[in-house]
């Protein structure tokens, strides 16, 4: 035959502008991903850039702290000698606190770690504490009074023990260069009014 049946050419153009539309999807796919990618990585430097630039508020708090730490509770009031580790991680995005305190009786000793950072799609500081003797972790959100120089935060454990919610407010003033107060209030959902059961005296070592 000198020239191929139509059939056969209208079929193999047929794969041809098939192959062509498949080759422009890809191409149409990869560069709205690249697209995307480029502007999820403006985003997320962005956000970045507020995080940092937020928690640099907490600058006073960073070192090494000798701990009191006051507990009220039934039996009365008992202190316990401890210390705190402040410094920040994930290139400043976060602060990073270590606690640990002694215990009364012969047990290990306490200890916990709280990440603080601030969120800005919320536009508010998050803190989350992770216990040595708990698998559950809290996170609270707070505010920080600049002219007060306190950071107070709030939020509700649900069940915390076992039945009842817990409901808690901490407010962590610096008073100086070398000196900070934490104190913890709390009311489970069965109590009419909060109550102060921790203060934390903190003295600065370095």
């Not at 480029?38 to 508020?57: C, F, N, P, T, V």
């Amino acid at each position: 035959m000198r020239g191929q049946p139509r059939k056969t050419v209208k079929r193999k153009g047929s794969m041809l502008m098939n192959a062509l539309r498949r080759i422009v999807s890809i191409f149409a796919i990869a560069m709205i991903a690249t697209v995307n990618s480029s502007a999820l990585g403006r985003a997320d430097e962005k956000a970045y850039s507020q995080m940092k630039a937020a928690m640099r508020i907490f600058a006073p708090m960073v070192g090494t702290w000798n701990a009191v730490w006051r507990f009220y509770d039934k039996d009365g009031v008992t202190d316990l000698p401890g210390t705190e580790t402040i410094s920040y991680t994930l290139d400043g995005a976060y602060l990073e606190r270590h606690e640990d305190h002694l215990r009364k009786d012969s047990q290990p000793h306490y200890a916990l770690v709280i990440f603080t950072t601030f969120n800005p799609v919320a536009n508010r500081f998050e803190q989350t504490y992770f216990y040595r003797s708990w698998p559950h972790s809290v996170t609270e959100f707070g505010v920080f009074d600049k002219q007060l120089r306190e950071f107070r935060t709030e939020t509700v454990v649900p069940r915390e023990d076992g039945i009842h919610d817990e409901h808690v407010r901490t407010v962590l003033k610096i008073v100086s260069h070398d000196r900070m107060i934490y104190t913890h209030y709390s009311r489970y959902s069965n109590e009419p009014r909060e109550r102060r059961n921790l203060v934390i005296m903190l003295t600065r070592i370095n």
